[in-house]
């Protein structure tokens, strides 16, 4: 019979898979918080900036897993994905998409550590949409994740 290859990235639960991947993230040089993380918030819902020490390589983990798992994934998607619920007081709740700067930032680092690559839209095609898709690298680096 024929060895079965397995696949870490859907045996392991989320967020076990998502610590490991940020742990083994923290070792890419491509992938530093930059200064301004520790100001910012990341949703206008959110009512302080974010307190976890490592939330920039968490964030990440979790970007990188979406586009493993949902092929190209852009910016705006992403955005809507980590939203949430905005407190309006005494009004009802409504959702807001995240910000859109921290997706950005991490795409962009992933970019440059040759994880993803962008695909731009090109005219006439419905085929190919914009946004992040993992490179050979990118997959490969998930996949041994153990």
């Given at each position: 019979?024929?060895?079965?290859?397995?696949?870490?990235?859907?045996?392991?639960?989320?967020q076990?898979?998502?610590?490991?991947?940020a742990?083994?993230?923290?070792?890419?040089?491509?992938?530093?918080?930059?200064?301004?993380?520790?100001?910012?918030?990341?949703?206008?819902?959110?009512?302080?900036?974010?307190?976890?020490?490592?939330?920039?390589?968490?964030?990440?983990?979790?970007?990188?897993?979406?586009?493993?798992?949902?092929?190209?994934?852009?910016?705006?998607?992403?955005?809507?994905?980590?939203?949430?619920?905005?407190?309006?007081?005494?009004?009802?709740?409504?959702?807001?998409?995240?910000?859109?700067?921290?997706?950005?930032?991490?795409?962009?680092?992933?970019?440059?550590?040759?994880?993803?690559?962008?695909?731009?839209?090109?005219?006439?095609?419905?085929e190919?949409?914009?946004?992040?898709?993992?490179?050979?690298?990118?997959?490969?680096?998930?996949?041994?994740?153990?």
């Open positions: 019979m024929a060895k079965e290859k397995t696949n870490s990235v859907y045996e392991m639960s989320p076990e898979y998502n610590l490991k991947l742990e083994a993230l923290k070792s890419v040089s491509e992938f530093k918080e930059p200064e301004w993380a520790k100001f910012v918030k990341s949703s206008p819902s959110n009512e302080r900036p974010i307190e976890d020490v490592d939330f920039w390589h968490k964030r990440a983990a979790s970007i990188l897993r979406q586009i493993y798992k949902n092929g190209i994934v852009g910016v705006n998607r992403l955005r809507t994905r980590y939203g949430s619920k905005k407190n309006r007081g005494v009004r009802p709740e409504k959702f807001v998409k995240a910000g859109g700067k921290i997706i950005r930032t991490i795409l962009q680092q992933s970019d440059k550590a040759g994880f993803t690559e962008a695909l731009k839209t090109t005219k006439g095609t419905k190919k949409r914009p946004g992040r898709r993992l490179t050979a690298k990118g997959k490969a680096f998930l996949e041994e994740i153990k």
